[in-house]
């Protein structure tokens, strides 16, 4: 099975700030992955599929890089909306896997 | 709109049976792979099971492989997940989702809520 490593777990940051989230499969997965925010009592939603094309609807300040095993997803300037819990996926092989969530949290 | 509605979910006792359902709306149902993955309360995501467009495919985590089945009415646009032998680890929300052809989830439903005890 693939691994998937989030890090960090949680995260403060400010409104305005640029934020970095960083998922590692453990082998490599080509552009496989996509990334999921999750607000509390409330299903996923998707946006970013292939590691970097952004899903319709998903606000620009959302970007998805990274290829292989390394990727990232990027807030460019954090809004309020955006404190939630970020989920990484690879979906090369089965089983299909979750990273482990990143907790966004205002500081 | 993408429209997916789960429903089946309930309070079931150790080792009992539940069905659950996801009807779909909105895109051609039958074009699509569907998925479930479910969240345990206060923890993260596991994807349970996948469906191909067809049915012909199915794929299941280890985790309920043997007890949980998958299936899909293409003429009535539902999927549903069997689950059988059911455990106290297995209380979650179950979400169905819909597959983007082979690029991942892209809608997922509201969610149904199975809880497990005696």
């Known amino acids: 099975d693939i691994q998937m490593t989030q890090s960090p777990s949680s995260l403060s940051a400010s409104v305005g700030d640029r934020v970095t989230i960083t998922c590692r499969a453990s082998?490599?997965?080509?552009?496989?992955l996509g990334w999921f925010q999750q607000k509390p009592g409330k299903a996923p939603k998707c946006l970013i599929y292939?590691?970097?094309s952004l899903q319709s609807g998903a606000p620009s300040r959302f970007s998805g890089s990274g290829s292989g095993t390394d990727f990232t997803l990027t807030i460019s300037s954090l809004q309020a909306e955006d404190f939630a819990t970020y989920y990484c996926?690879?979906?090369?092989?089965?089983?299909?896997?979750f990273g482990q969530g990143t907790r966004l949290e205002i500081k | 709109e993408v429209q997916l509605l789960e429903s089946g979910g309930g309070l079931v006792q150790p080792g009992g049976s539940l069905r659950l359902s996801c009807a779909a709306s909105?895109?051609?149902?039958?074009?699509?792979?569907m998925n479930w993955v479910r969240q345990a309360p206060g923890k993260g995501l596991e994807w349970v099971s996948s469906?191909?467009?067809?049915?012909?495919?199915?794929y299941f985590a280890d985790s309920v492989k043997g007890r949980f089945s998958i299936s899909r009415d293409n003429s009535k646009n539902t999927l549903f997940l069997q689950m059988n032998g059911l455990r106290a680890e297995d209380t979650a929300i179950y979400y169905c989702?819909?597959?983007?052809?082979?690029?991942?989830?892209?809608?997922w439903g509201q969610g149904t809520l199975v809880t497990v005890s005696s």
């Open positions: 989702a819909k597959d983007r052809r082979a690029m991942g989830i892209d809608y």
């Open positions: 909105g895109f051609t149902f039958n074009n699509y792979a």
């Open positions: 469906i191909g467009s067809s049915g012909g495919s199915t």
């Open positions: 082998q490599g997965i080509s552009n496989s």
């Open positions: 292939a590691a970097s």
């Open positions: 996926q690879q979906y090369s092989s089965y089983p299909i896997t």
